[in-house]
């Protein structure tokens, strides 16, 4: 529908940043549901968290990168709480302390996953990638591509409720980041996704969004492809990768 | 070894080198032994070629991003015999042009092939995080991440001796990329070799000649890691992905 002359509506354009959400968001990816069904060892999950660490790491590098480039003190602002939530106010607080603590719930050492050592090449190449993305292309595609947390509320339920039931070893405290998220997402995507409705007037610009929402799923979806290959079918992590302990 | 206070020898360092390439580069990879074994259907061989030639047609980039970078003509003239070797002196010659015709030998549209429409986003995160390395990282780095190079005629004579025996529908002339690498590569990569030994003189250095060539092999890898997820185990393409004809 994107290849009219005609600019689409905004209720048009939000139904088609949706519908590829529907097609492409990670919840729809066989390691997601091994991770919620219960279906991973500890040693899979703390594969899962260890690289997941590093995309949250990245993503106030990401936030900060778009903010120097944003025009206005009342964007500025807007997107600065971003960096509140994930750097938070004081030491041990925000999204990345919280991931940490996850990581340590599931038995990983917070200096190992600090240092990186034992990433898959795969993650660090995609979350580079994002950061990229948003430090290069038009401000209408940075922000478009955290799109991405308008279907994150449904993976984070799925994924609090699922692994709660399904592993004995997780508890709430270590789920502790996703808590906040179910807030503060819907927040965040609410004022993305206004934004690009208000600025995508032309169909390049549409077109350019829905590109912009498509990169993010990818970069998602190959982070777990990479955990996928590496830890569950065949099972064969990259040399210098964290092999779970047997 | 590289922990010490006192810096390698040269012909220490060249071993340590090699080391990581005897223990870190692709062809010991499993999609590799399916590929030059004859196991791998035509559909893989195209997702191979297709997702390979991205690599081959950022090299140029690559080495037109060092080229800016250099310092003397003499180090600009030896780079510079990099570019003609890829992007040839006509249209239709060079490396990627060669590559294109491989491509074409096993049966795809060269016009999808160099849209990239149906690359495996992995494939564009790795080839993209070498380029940003080589543009970003100190000379001597960009450098020693070239030195894959050392490993690759072997390679190149395993690929083409089992491609030819194994499958009926490779040619020679499809081949035809393979047989100037195999006097480029050892030229190009004694000249990096003699460069980093060299250069890399402080132990810092020389870690440092070492983690660029590592970082190398996991470009390398994951791409390999990404066709095998894709299309060998489990063979479950991302969204958007080639997918071969049944």
Redesign the interface.
Known sequence: MLEADAPLAPAALESELRRIGA??YHNLH?FHRLLHGGKLTRGQVQAWALNRYYYQAQIPVKDATLLARLPTAALRREWRRRLVDHDGDAPGTGGIARWMRLAEGVGLDPCYVESGAGL???T???V??YV?FVRERPILEAIASSLTELFSPTIIAERVSGMLANYDWVTEDTLAYFKPRLTQAPRDSDFALAFVLEQARTPAEQRAACDAL??K???L??ML??L???YV??G?P???AFRPAP
Request: proline letters at 17%.
């Open positions: 097609e492409r066989p898959l090449p795969a660090r190449f995609a580079d990638a990229a498509r990169f799923c990818d970069v979806w190959s492809d990479a996928h290959h590496a079918t065949p064969l990259p040399p210098g």
